[in-house]
Nanobody, 117 residues
Framework: QVQLVESGGGLVQPGGSLRLSCAASGLTTRFYAMGWYRQAPGKQHELVASISSGGATNYVDSVKGRFTISRDNAKNTVYLQMNSLKPEDTAVYYC???????????WGQGTQVTVSA
């Protein structure tokens, strides 16, 4: 059974930083494209960053230059380093395996990120 457990969220002031972690079990993440998604209140899930099995990364325009996705194969964990955070980054953040334009697994609990003064 696959489990993706997100952690690292919290309350941070504008301009601050957080690093999110997605610890995987039952799935070897380095073999698959993985993504970090976020869902703000009243909105659908948005893919903000992805990393392919080969290590290629992509970002939504709104986070380019501020967020970095990475993977630690030894720990089977995917990270999202978020810098220069803005109030509009406030959302619940989730990770998932990407398949085409969709995701493979049901959404987990996610981790709440709140950017506020």
């Amino acid at each position: 059974q696959v489990q993706l457990v997100e952690s690292g969220g919290g309350l941070v002031q504008p301009g601050g930083s957080l690093r999110l972690s997605c610890a995987a079990s039952g799935l070897t993440t380095r073999f698959y494209a993985m993504g970090w998604y976020r869902q703000a209140p009243g909105k659908q899930h948005e893919l903000v960053a992805s990393i392919s099995s080969g290590g290629a990364t992509n970002y939504v325009d709104s986070v380019k230059g501020r967020f970095t996705i990475s993977r630690d194969n030894a720990k089977n964990t995917v990270y999202l380093q978020m810098n220069s955070l803005k109030p509009e980054d406030t959302a619940v953040y989730y990770c998932n395996r990407i398949r085409g334009e969709s995701v493979v697994f049901s959404w987990g609990q996610g981790t709440q990120v709140t950017v506020s003064a």
